[in-house]
């Protein structure tokens, strides 16, 4: 809570409020109900392990990296490297954006100071599709979870479920 209301305060100060502590900020936010329990919305985003696995047993994100270049048909093997996420919200996406961070190639430009680092687009491409498929995964489906299928050539983001508008309407873009 404390990350994200640091991140909050940095964008839109007054909706962190600083002169709340969490548990008024979560009141103050909408996420808790009567007697202070917590909103499923609450839990996914800041629960603990044992509350969380009541909400969203099966996980978050199911994150599998395949060291071979994608092809058509299934691959004759699941997975060289999997990361199953079952942390919250938070800590899944920081989890997420750090596992980007050390798959995609880091480019560096020379500065005045010497070496810095820079965001590839592929980086921000990533993390705009990683934070899409966190907004819109069903967490009324407790027992499926989105997948991540990270090839050599390219990335493949699944959420579960069905989509209410037909693909052809989907490819042609605008608001569905």
Same mark, same amino acid.
């Given at each position: 809570?404390? @990350?994200?209301? #640091?991140?909050? !305060?940095? &964008?839109?100060?007054? +909706?962190?409020?600083?002169?709340?502590?969490?548990?008024?900020? *979560?009141?103050?936010?909408?996420?808790?109900?009567?007697?202070?329990?917590?909103?499923?919305?609450?839990?996914?985003?800041?629960?603990?392990?044992?509350?969380?696995?009541?909400?969203?047993?099966?996980?978050?994100?199911?994150?599998?990296?395949?060291?071979?270049? @994608?092809?058509? #048909?299934?691959? !004759?093997? &699941?997975?060289?490297? +999997?990361?199953?996420?079952?942390?919250?919200?938070?800590?899944? *996406?920081?989890?997420?954006?750090?596992?980007?961070t050390r798959l995609l190639p880091?480019?560096?430009?020379?500065?005045?100071?010497?070496?810095?680092?820079?965001?590839?687009?592929?980086?921000?491409?990533?993390?705009?599709?990683?934070?899409?498929?966190?907004?819109?995964?069903?967490?009324?489906?407790?027992?499926?979870?989105?997948?991540?299928?990270?090839?050599?050539?390219?990335?493949?983001?699944?959420?579960?479920?069905?989509?209410?508008?037909?693909?052809?309407?989907?490819?042609?873009?605008?608001?569905?």
């Amino acid at each position: 809570i404390k @990350w994200f209301r #640091g991140i909050l !305060a940095g &964008r839109h100060p007054e +909706r962190a409020r600083s002169d709340l502590d969490d548990t008024a900020w *979560l009141v103050e936010s909408g996420l808790t109900r009567d007697r202070g329990l917590l909103t499923n919305a609450a839990v996914l985003l800041f629960g603990r392990d044992r509350v969380l696995a009541r909400v969203k047993p099966a996980g978050i994100v199911d994150f599998r990296v395949i060291e071979d270049a @994608w092809a058509e #048909g299934t691959p !004759a093997h &699941r997975w060289d490297d +999997r990361e199953l996420f079952e942390d919250n919200l938070v800590g899944t *996406l920081r989890g997420l954006f750090e596992r980007a961070t050390r798959l995609l190639p880091q480019p560096f430009a020379f500065e005045q100071e010497g070496r810095s680092a820079a965001r590839s687009t592929d980086f921000v491409a990533v993390r705009e599709a990683l934070v899409n498929l966190l907004a819109h995964q069903d967490y009324a489906d407790r027992n499926r979870t989105a997948r991540v299928l990270w090839f050599r050539d390219r990335v493949f983001f699944e959420n579960p479920g069905d989509s209410f508008v037909p693909l052809a309407q989907m490819l042609e873009g605008g608001v569905s």
